[in-house]
């Protein structure tokens, strides 16, 4: 598949999107030893992302900054085989540069992408998905996340996501991409700039789900977070770093 400008994969070289070994450099740690960056980790990640995405939008390409208020808003999105996706729509003040869909990595994320404390290198929750939404949305883009099919929340005492078992262990590749899809579709709904711009941003699996998706719905990007094109160890880095 070619993609036409305004639809270009996006690449850093920190990792967080698919990039040549040679651009990546030699990695700081093996798996055993990398830990998730909690706090100031992820907010640095996701300032990077949103500095990224601003030149997908056609606008000067700028770092993340708070440019006024933002508000989530709770959606339920109907999909594929009766199934309703439950998730936030963090929208900036002025309604937005474009609108951005999170596409889950493997395992049973909530919309947050809540971890474990354990996994945070300073103890503190860490919440993925929702800290790069609070980021890009504070950087002027409206985003999507919602609960993975078959995730009902996250139990904080528990430290552990609240499944639906036999909803989440009979989940195909088509519905995860049926989900995301009807994300897309959500999306090119909503007024303004916001409805006419769609990129997706897809986090390990969702690197390999969010191609899928773009044939499947007309979308304006992809960013790809710990691209499954590498070794295994290169994407599990580029996943939690």
Known sequence: MTFPRSRRLVALAAGLFLAPKAALGELPCVPESCRLEGGSGFERAAADAAAVLSS???????????VGTTSEVPVSIPSHGGWTLQGKLTVPRDGGRASIVIIHGSGDYDMDGSVPDSMTADGRPGRLYKQIADSLAQAGFTV??????????????????????EVFGGIEVEDLVADAAAAVRFLRGLPGAAGSKVILLGHSEGTALAPLVSARERVDGLALMGAMARRLDAVRYGSVV
């Open 56 to 66: 997908i939008s056609k606008r000067p390409r700028a770092r993340a900054q708070a």
């Open 144 to 165: 999507l996340r919602y609960h993975k099919r078959g995730v009902l929340g996250w139990d904080q005492r528990e430290q552990a996501s609240v499944v639906d078992a």
